[in-house]
C-alpha cells in the first residue's frame, strides 16, 4: 500500500493512474520465460523486479486495488496478429481488465502497447479464478497448438470454413511447430 501511495499518489484517479501503474510494471519488471512460480505475491514480484505475463497482471492488478480501482486478472491467447512473427510458438498469455467508468478495459503491462486479435478464455479475481485449466492430480500435456491470422471482418464470420487466402498478410501457408 505504502509503495503504491509513494509511486502513483500524485497521479490523478481513474485511467491516468492505471496507465501510470502499467508503465511502471512494463518498464519496472523484467520478463524471464520460465520464472513463473504459483506461490509468488505481487508485492515479490515486484521487489524481485522480474517475473512472467502472470506476474506482471498481478502486479498491475494489486497496484490498481490498493487505489479502489476494480480490476480482474485474464487469461487467453495473444497472437502475433500485426507484429512480427518471433519464430516461437504461441502460447497462453495473462492480462487485466480495470473497471473505468462503464466498462472493462483491457491493460497488458507485459506488452504495453494495445494489441489485436486477443482471444479470451477466462477471467477472475486471480490466476486461481481465470486458470487455463484445473487439474487434480498427474497430467502431462502432449500437444498444444494455437494459430491466428487477420481477415477482414467484413469478408469472414465466427463459424465460416477456415479459408486461408482471406489473411491481410496474404499468406496461405501455416508455419507449424
Not at 51 to 73: S, W
Not at 87 to 109: I, K, N, R
Request: contains cysteine; charged residues 20%.
Amino acid at each position: 500500500m505504502n509503495f503504491a501511495w509513494q509511486q502513483f499518489g500524485q497521479v490523478p484517479h481513474g485511467l491516468p493512474r492505471v496507465q501510470a501503474i502499467c508503465d511502471w510494471v512494463h518498464n519496472n519488471i523484467e520478463y524471464r520465460f520460465g520464472s513463473g512460480r504459483p506461490d509468488l505475491s505481487a508485492s515479490e514480484v515486484i521487489a524481485r523486479r522480474h517475473g512472467v505475463c502472470r506476474d506482471f497482471a498481478h502486479a498491475a492488478i494489486a497496484l490498481c486495488r490498493a487505489f479502489n480501482l476494480p480490476a480482474r486478472y485474464v487469461t487467453g491467447h495473444l497472437p502475433d496478429i500485426g507484429y512480427t512473427d518471433p519464430g516461437s510458438p504461441m502460447d497462453f498469455h495473462a492480462y487485466c481488465e480495470v473497471y473505468l467508468g462503464q466498462d472493462w478495459l483491457t491493460f497488458d503491462p507485459r506488452y504495453n502497447v494495445p494489441r489485436i486479435g486477443r482471444v479470451k478464455v477466462a477471467h477472475g479475481s486471480d490466476a486461481v479464478d481465470g486458470a487455463f485449466a484445473t487439474i487434480y492430480g498427474e497430467a502431462k500435456l502432449s500437444y498444444f497448438e494455437v494459430w491466428a491470422y487477420q481477415v477482414n471482418p467484413g469478408q469472414v464470420s465466427v463459424g465460416d470454413p477456415i479459408d486461408l487466402s482471406k489473411r491481410l498478410d496474404g499468406t496461405t501457408t501455416l508455419r507449424l511447430s
